[in-house]
């Protein structure tokens, strides 16, 4: 009989004493980094009534029930492991952070879960940290966001990654017209994938205005430098995307202005998540990384649906998805077994005591057999460099294993 105690469910994940010191070291890099650029921490429960994830008005936000994990409290109310961390920090924004100057300037780092492909394949349970930017509504709060996720990057270790950068007015308008309303979700999937042929099967099944119908097959291969949004511009007249088009050069403008426009291109078919985001959005992608490291844009609508409207920008870095580029580009630094292993003679604890604590500048681990050559084979196994042994004559012999 297969023993279920000694695994853990599909999509989650233990961590162990290595690979919890790379998150950890890596996690805190990132917070020093937001701490700099004054963005201070909130924490969020991990559960949340339902309404928080699936109640938001005309959808935006909304996450899907069936990818929830739901339970009831003691009074029938339902409740949901948070699936979206940054649906409960719009919440707190908008109730209990009302008399705060705006713009807001917050951070966090926690996980979220839900039956879901996440960006590192079907996770249940995924760690993020990240920042949001609320009550400013300009293309200064855009790079500055942007600016940061990918100084946080930088910061993290990570060598080399690429931005790729659309604009959600862009595609909205595209997908706008109500002859696609019937084929609107199988087209979106189609330019996100661009899968050219299937999208081109599907539009010659529809009866659109040619100008249009060229403009949509376009969108899948509108990605690149800065000349692709000469592309897109010619595909267009529709005002909407023309003010989208503007929008991201000034913030090509901005982002050149720091010297980081080497590590950006556009992507003006990233359809994903229409819903949740209003405009600028943006992701981080890594050689060797089939989904993106870093993700994020502006949601202007979303803090409306918690009673208090507010533009907002923000971005997410996924630790997991950090750690995989981390260890790929050999930039995971620092592990290290401790320093020393300390024994003593069993009349020797104050002694003994008082040494480990002058030595803790360093890494520490105690012996706790009664004689000094089992304590050199402990160190052996363990990998320690010095052992240290105290007698009850007060002797210390520091041998270098």
């Known amino acids: 009989m297969e023993r279920r105690n000694?695994?853990?469910?599909?999509?989650?994940?233990?961590?162990?004493?290595?690979?919890?010191?790379?998150?950890?070291?890596a996690e805190q890099l990132v917070a020093e980094l937001f701490e700099q650029w004054g963005y201070e921490e909130v924490q969020t429960p991990s559960f949340e009534y339902y309404d928080v994830f699936a109640g938001a008005a005309a959808g935006i936000g909304q996450v899907q029930q069936e990818q929830m994990h739901k339970f009831v409290d003691e009074q029938g109310r339902l409740l949901v492991l948070r699936p979206d961390l940054t649906l409960p920090i719009a919440r707190v924004a908008a109730t209990k952070l009302l008399d705060a100057p705006l713009p807001l300037r917050l951070c966090y780092r926690g996980n979220g879960f839900g039956y879901t492909m996440h960006t590192a394949?079907?996770?249940?349970?995924?760690?993020?940290?990240?920042?949001?930017?609320?009550?400013?509504?300009?293309?200064?709060?855009?790079?500055?966001?942007?600016?940061?996720g990918m100084r946080a990057l930088q910061a993290a270790g990570?060598?080399?990654?690429?931005?790729?950068?659309?604009?959600?007015?862009?595609?909205?308008?595209?997908f706008g017209s109500p002859l696609l309303q019937a084929a609107n979700g199988k087209l979106r999937e189609l330019v996100e994938q661009k899968n050219m042929p299937a999208l081109r099967a599907l539009l010659d099944t529809m009866a659109l205005p040619e100008r249009l119908h060229k403009a949509l097959l376009a969108l899948p291969s509108l990605f690149g430098s800065i000349e692709v949004l000469d592309e897109a511009e010619a595909i267009t007249d529709m005002p909407e995307c023309r003010a989208a088009i503007q929008q991201l050069r000034t913030l090509y403008d901005k982002i050149s202005a720091v010297g980081l426009q080497h590590l950006v291109t556009f992507d003006l078919g990233m359809v994903q998540?229409?819903?949740?985001?209003?405009?600028?959005?943006?992701?981080?992608?890594?050689?060797?990384?089939?989904?993106?490291?870093?993700?994020?844009?502006?949601?202007d609508g979303l803090l409306g649906t918690f009673g208090k409207p507010m533009p907002a920008t923000g971005c997410a870095i996924g630790v997991r998805e950090l750690l995989q580029v981390l260890a790929a580009q050999d930039a995971l630094t620092g592990w290290q077994k401790p320093d020393y292993m300390v024994?003593?003679?069993?009349?020797?604890?104050?002694?003994?005591?008082?040494?480990?604590?002058?030595?803790?500048?360093?890494?520490?681990?105690?012996?706790?057999?009664?004689?000094?050559?089992?304590?050199?084979?402990?160190?052996?196994?363990?990998?320690?460099?010095?052992?240290?042994?105290?007698?009850?004559?007060?002797?210390?012999?520091?041998?270098h294993v």
């Open 6 to 25: 000694v695994h853990v469910p599909e999509g989650v994940q233990d961590y162990l004493p290595e690979e919890c010191y790379y998150k950890r070291q």
């Open 273 to 299: 998540e229409m819903e949740y985001y209003s405009g600028i959005t943006f992701r981080g992608m890594a050689p060797g990384l089939g989904y993106p490291l870093l993700s994020g844009g502006r949601y």
């Open 121 to 148: 394949g079907r996770q249940q349970e995924f760690a993020q940290i990240g920042i949001e930017l609320m009550g400013e509504a300009g293309l200064k709060a855009d790079a500055e966001v942007l600016m940061i």
């Open 343 to 399: 024994g003593w003679e069993a009349e020797c604890d104050e002694t003994a005591w008082k040494r480990i604590q002058d030595l803790q500048q360093r890494s520490v681990v105690c012996y706790l057999g009664d004689d000094r050559t089992g304590l050199i084979e402990e160190a052996k196994k363990r990998s320690v460099t010095h052992t240290l042994w105290i007698s009850v004559q007060g002797e210390e012999v520091d041998v």
């Open 158 to 174: 990570v060598g080399f990654f690429q931005i790729e950068v659309g604009h959600m007015a862009f595609c909205k308008a595209l």
